[in-house]
């Protein structure tokens, strides 16, 4: 034997040849390969090539002409460098590379792109240590997200190398860390019941399933078996002569349908078989599809010639068989003969069928312009569309039709589209300021509404407007163009606001002052003898800014010999007499000229010559008669003078000391008295009166008095504004002006601005609205298009007004219309039967006969009767005809019948019949009685006509009609006044029924679509009051106090009226002001005093002490002491003046003084260290030179007695008080001033102002009175479309707004800020899906069989299919109609499957369960927050093995998963029963009550038996639920020391089961005392606490026990070496040691 070997190396190839002597030599030869090879590979593994980075890219031009290099080394795999020629130069790395030079300018040219970050992978892949990793897991687990980034040009976007992108920046970060939840394991629900025995007798098995509630996730565990089998038990044996095993008809699935042609046939043995094949886990369906809407089974259509029609214009159906297996099966799960299962009827093998013929469509259309326009903020992409068209539908079980609609990103930067327009809200200006909203009912009927002021509302329209980023911000309203409002966000500017117009406020007015002297009109210019004499008053408060109002503040009265400068004397000297005691002398007077006011002036304004300025005067000599100086001119009688009165005035003197002998005698009596005219004037009172000013009117320029004011920078042209002024002669009435002042005259005209014209401003009109996109029926009115533009601004002042039209319309422009096309059938073709080819090679085939298909050609139509194309009908003509339905073929044994009569006449609403009979031999054959096969009457309903028309539901809401335009009622927008009582309409809806209670159109009941009748809506009554009262009296009757008035209720408000205000307890309003009465209305007044008498008996004159008296007047303050007297009691008591006095009549040689000087005034604050003074001076001297009295005279000031301090005392404020004709707004609150003096008392104000003291309060103020603004609200919206097309739930609703809310008293808004109105109740139609049939089986027991359910077409009142009835409160089944009421719309949505193959299984067949339902929604959760947007639902099938014998061919249980919407979180734990017998159950619960397996970590699974340790082996003990040991029920632990079980004793009573408590020695023996806790610590206990034994104690007892003997012996030894010679002693000495030791085991054992 010789052989030749091949050896390999790196020189190449060579053989060896030899044969069996060379075995050796072959042997050596291997070894030297093998060694070599080690060496190669040895040498390969310790050596690598290892590169460094690359570095930067360098060329003499930017672009790809730059090179790349890197070293390249060869390293040890222990890291050092080494030769390259230890590595193989096969596999050396590139050093060098071209590459693209980058320059910086590229930076702004490529960019990096990346995508998306991906799911969250594991980082690490699943193991099958699952379990561990869920125990270990706590809340999540370690993921990895990846993305994607490429280098591209920014320009274009196109990819680039990367190394461009790497020169400036980094490569994005391609992968990040992630968490996802830990690990799910499956969970399967519980176990169902045990199946019942598949066998009563014999050998019988059952089995029980589950189902997948949630299939595992992130690397759980798998799911469970989902079945259990058993045996069944103590069956009875089958009786003798029972077969073993059963026998069953098997059907295999249909095979697809083909076309009858001989290739099919497969001769095989003689006999014709046909090919099965057909997959098992294919699913074949029948649906009822829209697009054919076949009654029977779906459709396949092809082309044919027909003679007046292309061949493509025409669809027919073509027809081919299909075929099945029948086999018998043992009930073991196994094949038989065909010949046990043989029956007379056995199931068809085959049967006609329609060809399939998948979908087709047309072309894609063009795609649709991008739906993103421009730049928005967003920055989300825009989309395209196109679409295509199905130009030939699936038919036969053909492929379905593929999605006729794509979508796709477009303009998805966006950076060169233009900016979106930006939709703002835009207001108009606002209307005029109207008050009369603001009344109240009451106040509408009973007060004056002209002239209203105050507070009042105004209001304005808003609307959207697109705002172009070209418009100029001052154009910004012009060009404007109104849009809808939804296309605004934010929040919509307010409607409506408060306003005011101003009120005339009255003018506070002083008293009048003192008529002046009389002047010259112009005091420079003083020729004229006429003058005039003037009194004035001020304005105290103006309420509206101008004096216009306050009438006129100063009158004149004619006067003669005016003079504006006078002599006045200043002061007087003291009378010096010449000769230097008395007699004549001389004083001198200090003169001055004065104007009007006393003030001194230069002395040459006075013209008249002035007084002398030394005057003689005389100083009585001793016993001479005395006079006083003249008194003070009395107030003048009269203020005028006319022909029937003449002012008159006095002053008067009086004899201080009577003559002596030989002296001066004093004057007559008439010399005392002096008497002068005063008040000469004529009693003629002149004033300037006004009128107001008229409008302002363009004319020349005026000249502007002083007191004219203008503003010279207003924009708008000037003009000149007039009034009339005329001379008034008061009781008289006008006079000539010249009788007036001419220097008091007042302004007749002035400059002012005049009103600019504003002319009418409108926004652009809005785009006209969408017409209609697709075609128009025939003989239908053309649809209109329109816009419409707002009044921004209404022109006022003369300026452009408003163009007349703000709304067009128009028609749309020409559409097309809807083309017509309609179907048209073609003749039945005859009935197709599976060819006899076929037939013949087929069980049970002896005659062609039986059930087939007839077809018929179907082609499409226009208006003009031409042939279109099939894709034209198939999107306008509605439902395609059926084009194949199921035929018969009569066979010779089949059964026949007479044809059908004619049905029977209809009587009302019920059902005609129609009748046939079996004929010939069909009469003799049983089969053919049966009536549920072949029935031999007919039944049809007939056309009802009698119908119900029945009101349905509740009422509508009334509604109340539009109210008509009333003008500017809150702005100039002429807004209607809202309708929010009165009568109205209201509605409900109208049902129309049939005889059966079917829902009709109601327009068949001949009817109203809705019943309506009148209604009322209660108005509601605002709050009523009483008018206001008359004032009450001052509540002081000096000084400042308060006067009230009020209302009080008459009616509460009812039905949502305007409240009432701030009631008190007594359902009273209040207003109070302060008042003021007068202290000093009357005063008293004294006349001089009398002459002084003295009672003497001798002869006169008479002299010394005496009496002098003077009279006493009660007269009003101010009118002097001309006054009339009034009654005494008017006047304050405490002020009377004295009205008697003593005094002293000098005697004719005393010294006479003069009358005391007013006291001095004491300061101010009261000082009691200070004097107040007064004095007098000597009018005659002594005469035997005796001394004069005191000429002084001083006191203490002492306060509140003789020294005063005075004060302001302020009141409160009053009430806000508004104009009469106002109803709020702005108002005037007052308070007034008191003089009070230190003592308490009351003083006139003037007293105060006299003394000049500071008053810095403010006695009138503006206040705000809030207006009671009923709710505003807008107008109603247009009634919406309804809002179900059919049904009774259908609604039409209105809304509207809230403008503004309502404030303080004003009325609420109404509750109804939407109302509905029901539409009228058509008819809901729809397909009604029915349950599936159970699976059937054609002729056979088992295999594949079909399942079917029906669809049928309902009628319902919209609440289908909650309530399916025939009516909603009616429950029941629902009610079927034609089915050509639901329409091919609601087919195409119902489309289902109508019949479904099944499978029902054979005795012993392996089979899996149908499919369990779906679980409920579960989400996945982190700590009870979800974790996923979506959850998840699970549904599975078991596997059911019937006979062992053939479970290896079952197949494997399946589950499946989908997303669902609306999940819970659940949670599981374990839950536990309770101890019995150390035992319980353990079973994991879900958080919502169910019992699962799996979903609880077994780490955490509590312990279902109970155990100890060590083990209770005490007799009567037992292993408690603490895990320690106890006695059992009747016995009582006895516990060692250390807390162990002893023993158990029984406890006494225990029968009667009255000692219920331990007798343990434990708990009765005392408790240990400190010194055994101490020894307790350190004793060597023998157990440990866990009751195992602790060997160190016993290895530390036995060696001290060795070392205590070791010690004894040692101690005898040397005792007995001490006492050797005496023997004797021995024996005591071993006899005590015995007793020792005998002590010590008695106490060790103790």
């Known amino acids: 034997m010789c052989w030749t070997w091949i050896l390999g190396g790196s020189s190449g190839s060579r053989g060896v040849r030899g044969c069996a002597g060379g075995f050796l030599l072959m042997s050596l030869c291997l070894l030297v390969v093998q060694v070599r090879a080690d060496q190669t590979s040895t040498k390969d593994r310790r050596y690598s090539w290892k590169t460094g980075q690359w570095g930067r890219c360098v060329g003499e031009e930017c672009g790809s002409g730059g090179a790349q290099s890197r070293t390249v080394r060869c390293v040890h795999a222990e890291g050092w460098t080494t030769h390259h020629s230890n590595c193989r130069h096969t596999d050396k790395p590139e050093s060098q590379r071209p590459c693209f030079k980058v320059c910086e300018w590229h930076q702004d040219l490529f960019e990096w792109e990346v995508s998306e970050w991906g799911a969250c992978v594991l980082a690490v892949p699943p193991t099958s240590e699952g379990q561990q990793r869920a125990t270990e897991c706590v809340t999540a687990q370690h993921g990895l997200q990846r993305r994607r980034a490429r280098c591209v040009r920014a320009a274009n976007g196109t990819s680039v190398t990367e190394r461009i992108c790497e020169f400036f920046s980094l490569r994005p970060a391609l992968e990040q860390a992630c968490l996802i939840p830990c690990p799910l394991d499956c969970v399967v629900s519980v176990f169902s019941p045990w199946s019942a025995c598949s066998r009563t007798c014999g050998a019988g098995r059952q089995h029980r399933t589950r189902h997948v509630l949630a299939a595992p996730m992130y690397g759980g565990a798998d799911c469970p078996g989902l079945t259990q089998t058993q045996s069944c038990r103590q069956l009875p044996p089958c009786p003798s002569g029972e077969g073993e095993h059963g026998y069953s008809l098997k059907v295999a699935p249909w095979s697809e349908c083909r076309r009858p042609q001989h290739k099919d046939l497969l001769w095989l043995g003689g006999r014709t078989t046909l090919d099965f094949g057909v997959g098992d886990t294919k699913r074949n369906t029948v649906k009822r599809h829209d697009q054919s809407a076949q009654h029977h089974l779906q459709l396949h259509l092809h082309h044919s010639h027909h003679p007046h029609l292309p061949p493509s214009k025409v669809w027919e159906v073509e027809i081919g068989y299909r075929t099945r297996q029948v086999r018998c099966m043992s009930s073991d799960g196994k094949n038989a003969i065909l010949s046990l299962c043989t029956q007379d009827d056995g199931p068809r093998t085959f049967q006609s069928c329609v060809i399939p013929k998948h979908c087709q469509t047309s072309d894609w259309s063009a795609w649709s312009p991008c739906s993103k326009t421009c730049q928005a903020s967003d920055l989300s992409p825009g989309y395209r569309m196109r679409t295509r068209t199905i130009t030939q539908p699936a038919i036969g079980g053909g492929n379905k039709c593929p999605a006729r609609e794509e979508k796709e990103a477009c303009n998805i930067i966006g950076d060169l589209l233009p900016k979106c327009p930006r939709y703002v809200w835009r207001s108009t200006d606002w209307g005029e300021c109207h008050v009369a909203p603001l009344l109240s009912q009451q106040d509408r009927r009973l007060r004056n509404t002209s002239g209203l002021c ?865 539409c009228p109740i058509r008819p809901c139609y729809s397909w009604l899906l029915g349950a599936w049939s159970p699976c059937r089986v054609e002729g056979a027991e088992c295999g594949e069989g079909v399942r079917e359910r029906n669809l049928s077409c309902i009628v319902h009142w919209g609440h289908w299919p909650e309530s399916p009835g025939p009516r909603p409160d009616a429950p029941g089944p629902p009610l079927t109609v034609e089915e050509e009421r639901c329409g091919e719309r609601l087919q195409r949505e119902s489309e289902q499957e109508l019949q479904q193959l099944c499978f029902l299984p054979c005795p012993g067949d392996c089979h899996l369960t149908e499919w369990s339902s779906w679980s409920s929604c579960q989400l996945t959760c982190l700590e009870g927050r979800s974790f996923e947007a979506e959850g998840h639902q699970a549904r599975s099938q078991a596997v059911i093995i019937q006979t062992v014998e053939n479970q290896e061919s079952c197949p494997q249980q399946v589950f499946e998963t989908r997303p669902c919407k609306g999940g819970k979180c659940h949670s599981y734990e374990w839950r536990t029963s309770t101890w019995n017998n150390n035992e319980r159950s353990v079973w994991c619960q879900r958080s919502d009550g169910v019992n699962v397996t799996g979903g609880c970590f077994e780490i955490n699974r509590p312990a279902g038996v109970r155990h100890c340790h060590p083990p209770c082996t005490k007799p009567f003990s037992q292993c408690k639920q603490s895990g320690v040991c106890g006695c059992e029920r009747g016995y009582t632990e006895v516990m060692t020391t250390h807390g162990f079980l002893d023993y158990c004793t029984k406890t006494p009573g225990g029968d009667h089961r009255k000692a219920d408590v331990k007798t343990s020695t434990g708990r009765q023996k005392p408790g240990p005392s400190q010194i055994q806790d101490f020894f307790g610590e350190w004793s060597l206990q023998a157990l440990s606490p866990d009751g195992r034994i602790k060997m160190w104690v016993y290895g530390a007892t036995a060696g001290g026990f060795l070392l205590i003997l070791f010690i004894i012996a040692m101690s005898f030894l040397l005792w007995c070496c001490s006492c050797l010679p005496q023997a004797h002693c021995l024996v005591p000495l071993y006899s005590n040691g015995a007793v020792k030791e005998n002590d010590t085991k008695e106490e060790v054992s103790a």
Not at 751 to 767: G, H, I, M
Not at 1058 to 1068: E, G
Not at 1244 to 1252: D, K, N, Q
């Open 454 to 1318: 105050g507070g009042g509302i105004q209001t304005r329209d808003t609307y959207c407007v697109q705002v172009l980023a070209s418009a100029a911000s001052h154009h910004s309203r012009a060009v404007s163009r109104p849009v809808s409002a939804h296309l605004c966000d934010g929040v919509i500017p307010l409607a409506v606001r408060s306003c005011s117009l101003p009120c005339p406020q009255p003018c506070l007015l002083s008293s009048w002052s003192s008529w002046g002297p009389c002047l010259h009109d112009n005091c420079m210019e003083s020729q004229e003898r006429k003058g005039y004499r003037q009194r004035r008053r001020q304005v105290l408060g103006e309420g509206s800014g101008n004096t216009e109002n306050c009438g006129h503040l100063l009158e004149s009265v004619p006067c003669e010999a005016p003079a504006c400068f006078l002599w006045r004397v200043q002061a007087e000297g003291v009378c010096m007499s010449r000769d230097g005691t008395c007699g004549h002398g001389s004083r001198n007077h200090t003169v001055a000229c004065v104007n009007s006011r006393g003030e001194p002036v230069v002395e040459g304004f006075c013209k008249d010559d002035p007084p002398p300025v030394q005057v003689a005067c005389e100083i009585a000599c001793p016993g001479g008669c005395v006079v006083s100086s003249w008194s003070d001119w009395s107030s003048c009688s009269h203020s005028c003078t006319n022909k029937n009165a003449e002012g008159r005035q006095s002053r008067m003197r009086s004899v201080l000391a009577w003559p002596g002998e030989g002296g001066k005698t004093c004057p007559p009596a008439s010399a005392l008295e002096h008497w002068r005219p005063c008040n000469d004037h004529p009693c003629v009172v002149l004033y300037w009166e006004t009128s107001a000013w008229g409008p302002c009117v363009e004319g020349s320029s005026v000249a502007v008095n002083r007191s004219s004011h203008w503003n010279e920078t207003s924009p708008c042209a000037e003009g000149v504004q007039t009034r009339t002024v005329t001379c008034v002669k008061i009781n008289t009435g006008p006079v000539v002006p010249k009788r007036c002042p001419d220097s008091a005259r007042p302004d007749s005209a002035r400059p002012c601005v005049l009103a600019c014209k504003r002319d009418c401003l409108v926004t652009q009109f809005s785009e006209w609205t969408a017409c209609p996109q697709s075609c128009v029926p025939a003989n239908v009115t053309m649809p209109t298009q329109s816009r419409y533009r707002t009044v921004v601004q209404r022109p006022a002042n003369g300026g452009q007004e408003c163009p007349d039209t703000l709304f067009e319309e128009r028609e749309c422009e020409a559409l097309p219309v809807c083309s017509i096309y309609r179907w048209r059938t073609h003749r039945w073709h005859p009935c197709t039967l599976v060819p006899d080819s076929v037939r013949q090679g087929m069980t049970g085939a002896s005659q062609s006969c039986g059930r087939g298909l007839e077809t018929r050609a179907l082609s499409c139509m226009d208006e003009n009767e031409e042939p279109a194309a099939m894709s034209e009908c198939l999107q306008w003509a509605g439902r395609m005809p059926t084009q194949v339905r199921t035929c018969w073929v009569p066979c010779r044994d089949d059964c026949t019948f007479s044809t059908w009569s004619r049905f029977t006449e209809c009587t009302g609403c019920g059902s005609s019949s129609r009748k046939r009979s079996l004929t010939g031999r069909s009469r003799k054959r049983e089969h053919c009685h049966r009536e549920d096969q072949y029935p031999l009457v007919d039944t049809q309903p007939c056309p009802c006509v009698e119908f119900l028309s029945k009101p349905w539901g509740s009422w509508s809401p009334c509604i109340l009609p539009e109210a008509p335009a009333q003008g500017p009622l809150l702005g100039w927008r002429g807004q209607k006044e809202a309708l929010e009582c009165g009568g109205g309409l209201r509605y409900r809806a109208v049902a129309c029924l049939d005889q059966r209670g079917r829902l009709l159109d109601p327009a068949v009941c001949n009817g109203t679509e809705l019943q309506v009748e009148t209604c009322h809506v209660s108005c509601p009554l605002d709050c009523r009051l009483s008018s206001w009262s008359a004032w009450s009296a001052c509540s002081a009757s000096c000084g400042n106090g308060l006067k009230v008035r009020s209302k009080w209720l008459r009616e509460k408000p009812f039905n949502g009226g305007r409240p009432c205000p701030k009631l008190d307890l007594k359902n009273q309003v209040y207003e109070a002001v302060p008042c003021l009465s007068e202290c000093w209305q009357y005063e008293w007044v004294s006349e001089s005093w009398s002459l002084c008498a003295v009672n003497s008996v001798d002869k006169l004159p008479a002299c010394g002490e005496g009496v002098q008296t003077r009279k006493i007047r009660c007269v009003m303050h101010g009118s002097g002491d001309q006054g009339r007297s009034v009654n005494d009691s008017l006047c304050d008591p405490d002020d009377i003046p004295a009205q008697a006095q003593t005094c002293v009549l000098p005697c004719p040689d005393d010294c006479v003084m003069s009358p005391w000087s007013p006291w001095s005034p004491c300061p101010t604050p009261c000082d009691p260290n200070t004097v107040r003074t007064r004095t007098r001076r000597m009018l005659r001297p002594p005469a035997d030179g005796a001394g004069c009295p005191e000429s002084n005279q001083t006191e203490p000031c002492v306060a509140n007695s003789n020294c005063f301090t005075y004060k302001y005392n302020v009141s409160d404020w009053s009430t806000c008080m508004l104009n009469e004709k106002a109803v709020c707004g702005e108002g005037v609150r007052t308070r007034l001033l008191d003089c009070m003096r230190s003592d308490g008392r009351v003083m006139a104000t003037s007293m105060c102002e006299e003394l000049g003291l500071p008053q810095p309060w403010k006695l009138m103020d503006t206040c705000q009175v809030d207006c009671p603004v009923s709710c505003i609200l807008s107008e109603w919206s247009v009634w919406t479309e309804c809002s179900h097309a059919c049904g009774n739930q259908g609604v039409m609703l209105r809304t509207r707004r809230v403008l503004h809310e309502a404030h303080e008293e004003g009325r609420p808004c109404a509750f109804q800020l939407s109302q509905t109105k029901p």
